[in-house]
């Protein structure tokens, strides 16, 4: 049986390996590519990065309550499935809402994804899961760092001869290749007889739930970051170089983040988070590599904050009340990309980072008044 679980846990973290290297493939380019093929507007860039978000977080509530039913071999392949079919539509796609179906069904994918596979890392002992899922999110972190450098050896050799579009066809191999691991899955049957307590609005820490929707205002996605970089007269290949910088410090990031977490406490640390984003959007008016940069320290902040302090808290009923935080992140992602996008559009490049330092104060004197 040990041998087993181990089995599953070094296939969990390969496919977690796999799918990270085809989603940084096409996600580190995509930005150049709906600006510059589809030739969409910021509004609709917004609408994309905060309706992946969304729609992920929603699926989210419900991929973790299906796992309990049903074989989790089986809700993994239609994962996979689901970002194979977001790859085609990548691919032959010519219009901007081909690209919102494409980036819809990689949302759910991963909204399927993620909380089934943590299922099964967690069927690991108590006190061996920080080392399972510490190790899981370093392989993530690597498979994204791997993406990125694909990609940027595309931008820098293979641009101007390859469209991407035809790119896009080599991000499917890791995903073929993570549908034949899935038939090395072993999970053993159970049968199992739950007790549903009564669920009330205090569950959910509501305090917590509006708290989390203002800090996750404040982070609209990166394509935003990306794009403004990019406007600052640097080529693809060197704002994704650029990207290739973030990613090795963000994983840093996410590791001394943990550790600040557990030495300053839960306010201090949140008052921290909402400090490093306004310092973040003020550096991306007029210094946007610096911002760029800082972003990566806050962004991994507040992933350890959102999850570490409702870890913390919930005692019952976790799945659902994480699904909840989860589409609460989604939607408040959603309405600060659309906005984001609208006051690119309509003021300019340095509006919506300016939106996020006031979102970024609000939350600060939140937590200072409230927590």
Do not use: C
Not at 19 to 31: C, G, H, K, N
Not at 170 to 194: A, D, G, Q, W
Not at 213 to 229: C, E, H, R, V
Not at 245 to 255: D, E, L, Q, T
Request: hydrophobic share 50%.
């Amino acid at each position: 049986m040990k041998n087993s679980h181990l089995t599953a846990v070094i296939i969990i973290n390969l496919l977690t390996f796999l799918i990270s290297v085809s989603y940084e493939m096409v996600f580190t380019v995509l930005p150049f590519f709906l600006v510059n093929t589809i030739g969409v507007s910021m509004v609709i860039i917004g609408l994309i990065e905060g309706g992946y978000d969304l729609i992920t977080n929603f699926v989210k509530i419900f991929s973790g309550y299906w796992s309990d039913f049903f074989s989790k071999r089986k809700i993994l392949f239609i994962s996979i499935l689901f970002s194979i079919i977001s790859r085609f539509y990548f691919i032959f796609g010519k219009k901007w809402d081909d690209m919102l179906i494409a980036v819809s069904s990689e949302a759910v994918s991963e909204g399927i994804q993620v909380p089934v596979s943590d299922t099964i890392l967690s069927s690991e002992k108590k006190e061996k899961l920080g080392r399972i899922f510490g190790i899981n999110r370093t392989v993530e972190g690597v498979g994204s760092f791997i993406g990125i450098v694909i990609a940027f050896i595309y931008t820098l050799y293979f641009l101007e001869s390859t469209p991407y579009q035809t790119y896009f066809y080599f991000s499917i191999i890791p995903l073929v290749i993570s549908l034949f691991l899935i038939f090395f899955l072993k999970e053993k049957k159970k049968v199992r007889t739950y007790h549903i307590p009564i669920v009330s609005w205090e569950v959910f820490f509501p305090k917590y739930l509006i708290l989390f929707f203002i800090l996750s205002f404040a982070n609209f996605g990166y394509s935003f970051y990306i794009l403004k970089i990019y406007g600052d007269n640097l080529s693809e290949t060197e704002t994704i170089g650029v990207y290739i910088i973030f990613s090795v410090i963000i994983a840093a990031a996410s590791y001394i983040s943990g550790k600040f977490y557990d030495r300053f406490g839960e306010k201090r640390f949140l008052e921290i988070t909402s400090i490093l984003f306004f310092v973040s959007h003020l550096l991306m008016i007029n210094l946007p590599v610096a911002g760029f940069i800082i972003f990566a320290f806050a962004d991994a902040f507040l992933e350890i904050g959102t999850w570490a302090t409702i870890g913390r808290k919930v005692k019952f009923r976790k799945g659902f009340v994480f699904g909840t935080y989860h589409f609460t992140v989604g939607f408040s992602s959603l309405i600060a990309g659309l906005m984001a996008g609208y006051f690119w559009d309509s003021i300019g490049a340095e509006a919506p980072f300016i939106m996020g330092t006031v979102a970024s104060i609000v939350a600060f004197f939140a937590i200072r008044r409230y927590f």
